[in-house]
Each structure stands twice: as structure tokens, then as C-alpha cells.
């Protein structure tokens, strides 16, 4: 069996160094809409290398905890942005890079309506709802190029609760 890794809350200061949390904390920068709307502004940066920034949906099965961990991804051409479209909480997973492959992971949980945004290069687990419907809208990189790398560990790590 792997290392066990303990679910940690999602703040901004844990994750700054993987990119941005996507959230609506604190004042909005502007209100709008007759006054109805609040605008949290440029809450992340897109990075693309080239090609074009595009919006897709995901739709991802649910998975139970404890989740195994035997695989990481990174995507060197483009950041790529998770905006859940429920508030149900995901667990986010990244790792910094040693040696051209992911380093010790750090797991989180997400609070209800926080979404990421992984900067370019970042190694990142793949997306892993803990509950139905699992949809996301997902900002990222569309164009030509190797836009992922993947590595698979010798030994898993399993995440807990």
C-alpha cells in the first residue's frame, strides 16, 4: 500500500504556488448589473503558449474516498482552469516538480463554489468529483503540440478524508 495522504481545505496561500483558487472571498471589485451583480475581476491568469484559449465542459464519474493515487498529469503549452458547476466539493491534487516529475503530493478538499485554475507546468491529479453530476467547465490551451505529460507512480499514494 502508498503513502496516505490527508485531505487539507483549499486556501489560497496552500496553492499559490500551483496556480490560483477561484472563489468569490471578499468584496467584489465592481457591482453591476443595476446594482445586482457583484464582479470578483481577473481572478486568474490564462497562460498560453500558443494556440488559443477555449471553454469546454467535463463531465467526470464521482469517486469514493479513499482515492488511489498511481497517476499525475501536467500540461507545459497552457494553464487550465476547473470551475465546478455545482457547489459540490472536489479534491485537488498537485505537486510540485523535481527532476522533470511530480514531487510529494499535497491533496485538497474544495469548499462549495471554489474552482482552480493550474498554472502552466503544473503537475495536477486528474479531475475527481466526489459527487454526481461532476460537471465542470474547464478554461484551457486548444491547439496543436504535446500539451500533456503524464507519469505513473512505481508506489500509489492513497488519499483519505
Known amino acids: 500500500m502508498g503513502q496516505v495522504l490527508q485531505l487539507e481545505p483549499l486556501t489560497k496561500a496552500a496553492f499559490a504556488p500551483f496556480g490560483d483558487v477561484l472563489d468569490v472571498s471578499g468584496e467584489p471589485d ?3 448589473n443595476q446594482g445586482l451583480c457583484g464582479r470578483y475581476h481577473d481572478r486568474a491568469q490564462v497562460d498560453v503558449m500558443d494556440g488559443k484559449a477555449g471553454i469546454s465542459l467535463f463531465h467526470a464519474q464521482p469517486r469514493p474516498l479513499p482515492i488511489t493515487l498511481d497517476t499525475m498529469e501536467r500540461h507545459p503549452l497552457g494553464s487550465q482552469a476547473f470551475l465546478p458547476m ?3 466539493p472536489f479534491v485537488v491534487i498537485v ?3 523535481v527532476g522533470d516529475a511530480p514531487g510529494p ?3 485538497f478538499i474544495t469548499a462549495p463554489g471554489q474552482g482552480v485554475n493550474y498554472a502552466r507546468g503544473t503537475w495536477h491529479g486528474v479531475l475527481t468529483p466526489l459527487h454526481t453530476p461532476g460537471l465542470f467547465a474547464v478554461v484551457d490551451r486548444i491547439g496543436e503540440g504535446a500539451n500533456l505529460q503524464e507519469h505513473w507512480f512505481e508506489t500509489p499514494f492513497i488519499i483519505e478524508g
Open 95 to 97: 505537486a510540485p516538480d
Open 86 to 88: 455545482s457547489f459540490d
Open 105 to 107: 503530493p499535497l491533496a
Open 30 to 32: 465592481k457591482i453591476i
